[in-house]
C-alpha cells in the first residue's frame, strides 16, 4: 500500500495566498500581533500613517460635503401678510416687533405701519404705553404713538411701510417701500401708489 506521503500524486498543495483586501490591510496594520521589538515599532509606524491617511481622506469629504451645505445668509421678508384690519384695535400694537421689526398702529384716520428702526442711528425704540410715546433706549429720542420725534438726536419721524389689502382681504406689508418725513421737507405719511389699492395707510379700515 502507498504512503500517500511520498505519493507524489497525492502532494498536498500549498496553501493559496489570501487575496489582498482593504479590510485586511487594515485589520493587519492594527493588529497587535507583532511579538518582537522591531515589529511593534513597525506596526505602530504603520498604525501612525494609517491614521493620517484616514484623517486627511475624512478631511477631504467633509470639505467636499461643505459645498452643498452653502452658508447662507436668511434675511427676512420683505413682504407679508399681518391679518385683517379687525384684528388690530385702536392705539399701538407691538406684537410683530420681534418677528419684523414693526409696529401697528390704528388712529382716527386708518391703520399704518411704522418700522421700528430709530432715525437717529438705528437702534430698536421701545413702546412705554405708561408715557404713551417710543422711547429709544441708545441716545434717548423720543417719538410719539404716532412715531413723530419729539425729543432727543432723531433727525425725522420712523419711516412707514407700504400697506394694502390682499384679495382675502388681510394686510400686506411692504417693509422694502418705505414712506419718509425728511426734515423740512414735504411727508409721505399720507401718500397713496398709483393703483390707489394701497399706500403709507390704509383708510376707511
Ligand atoms: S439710535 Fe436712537 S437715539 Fe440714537
Redesign the pocket.
Known sequence: MANPTLDPATKAEPAAKPKPSVVRAVRTIFSKSDETDEGRVIARRRRFVMAAVLGTLSLNLLMFLRFFFPRALYEPKTRFRIGYPSDFGFGVDTKFQNQYRIWVVRNTEGIFVISAI??????T?DWKPSENKFK??????GYDPEGINFE???PRPMDRAHVELDPEGQILVDLSHLYQWPKGERSQFGDTDSSGSGGAILRNV
Open positions: 430709530c432715525t437717529h442711528l438705528g437702534c425704540p429709544c433706549p441708545c441716545h434717548g429720542s432727543g438726536p432723531a
